[in-house]
């Protein structure tokens, strides 16, 4: 959970990395705590950087930033010896809140 002091965070700037083998873009939505829903397109692998306003109705508000994402990959199907039977998308390397 992230907590927003009144006043004080204006944006998100989300870091990570799109791991999937596959070609093809992932989408992660990002629920906001209204309920809403902001999707942005990871087009392909490799590195990635969002930076997100936040909604007015967040500031000094105490929320949760669940994160879905469509698309992904089970490891055991791409790589052989692979015993990894997880469903993966993508690795979030931080996350910063920014005034």
């Avoid at 998100?12 to 873009?25: D, E, K, Q, V």
């Avoid at 909604?55 to 089970?74: D, E, Y």
């Avoid at 015993?83 to 920014?98: E, F, P, S, T, Y």
Wanted: aromatic share 6%.
């Amino acid at each position: 959970e992230l907590r927003i002091r009144p006043g004080s965070w204006r944006s998100i700037t989300l870091t990570g990395r799109h791991m999937s083998p596959l070609t093809g873009a992932l989408t992660l939505q990002l629920q906001w705590p209204d309920g809403s829903l902001a999707s942005y397109k990871l087009a392909e692998p490799g590195p990635f950087s969002l930076k997100l306003a936040l909604p007015v109705a967040t500031v000094g508000a105490h929320w949760r930033l669940p994160i879905h994402v469509n698309g992904g990959f089970v490891p055991s199907e791409h790589h052989a010896g692979s015993g990894d039977n997880r469903h993966l998308a993508c690795l979030i390397d931080g996350l910063q809140l920014d005034e």
